[in-house]
């Protein structure tokens, strides 16, 4: 039993050991810049802003009225340890819980990542700069309990395409991206039990500067919502299938070779 219990832990070291987090998002947030893509007020004074604490980083809805606002919280990703790129897997933790609240208002907390410095939205571009620059997210929505996929590409702007649904945001255990080759990524999430949900793979164009900038998403909706937590974020190897498979293929070994010697 002891030799299956430390090929197990052998695998299970393994995989931590190659994630690598770039940002505990529990300290300072300079390195990051706030831009709005949807202000539905106009200017007016309504947004959307990100603040950390010890618990992590939130998002938060500012200001009035109560209209839809979006907006991304990015930084180049050159400017971390380690650098997010193809054959990567970019993660943060998530500690959102299941909400219920009475009226048709959405919110959505995500991960995400752009081409090289996005666009805010204002005046000369109708307060909506979604269409402007490539960029995508995959985001958490406590209230409708499901897992969403925004992008962006080359103009087409895309916001309800494979929604994953009945999924409560206190099972959500991490958001990924990973980057597949120069210009297809695949987005999901993990659940509490490791289990891996991939929403949409997304294929941009070939002169997309797309992975340039990492960060977040918001799209709150009313005066006073607050969305959070999240922590470490992180960039690991994708996993391998094979590596996956190896390791449960030794536990197996480990257990039929310690159930024998029982006998």
């Given at each position: 039993m002891k030799k299956l219990t430390v090929i197990l832990l052998a695998c299970s070291m393994g995989v931590a050991a190659q994630a690598q987090v770039i940002d505990p998002l529990t300290g300072s947030l300079a390195g990051y810049t706030t831009t709005p893509v949807l202000e539905n007020s106009d200017g007016a004074g309504a947004g959307i802003s990100f603040t950390g604490s010890a618990s992590g980083l939130q998002d938060n809805f500012?200001?009035?009225?109560?209209?839809?606002?979006?907006?991304?919280?990015?930084?180049?990703?050159?400017?971390?340890?380690?650098?997010?790129a193809v054959g990567d897997m970019l993660t943060v933790n998530v500690a959102v819980p299941t909400m219920t609240i009475t009226n048709s208002l959405t919110e959505d907390f995500g991960l995400a990542i752009a081409a090289a410095t996005p666009i805010a939205a204002g005046s000369g571009n109708g307060y909506n700069s979604r269409t402007l620059f490539d960029w995508a997210s995959v985001s958490v929505r406590p209230v409708q309990q499901s897992i969403r996929v925004n992008s962006s590409i080359s103009g087409t702007l895309v916001t309800s395409a494979n929604v994953i649904s009945g999924v409560p945001s206190a099972s959500v255990?991490?958001?990924?991206?990973?980057?597949?080759?120069?210009?297809?990524?695949?987005?999901?999430?993990?659940?509490?039990?490791?289990?891996?949900?991939?929403?949409?793979?997304?294929?941009?164009?070939?002169?997309s500067t797309i992975g340039t900038e990492i960060g977040f998403y918001g799209d709150l909706r009313i005066a006073g919502q607050s969305v959070g937590d999240f922590?470490?974020?992180a960039i690991s190897p994708i996993p391998e299938p094979t590596s996956v498979a190896l390791c449960g293929l030794g536990g197996f070994l480990g257990l039929v070779g310690w159930m024998r010697r029982k006998k």
């Open positions: 500012t200001g009035s009225p109560n209209d839809p606002e979006q907006g991304l919280f990015w930084a180049p990703a050159s400017s971390f340890s380690t650098t997010f255990s991490e958001l990924f991206i990973e980057w597949n080759s120069a210009d297809t990524f695949t987005l999901g999430y993990i659940d509490t039990s490791d289990v891996q949900h991939i929403s949409e793979t997304i294929t941009f164009a070939g002169t922590t470490d974020l």
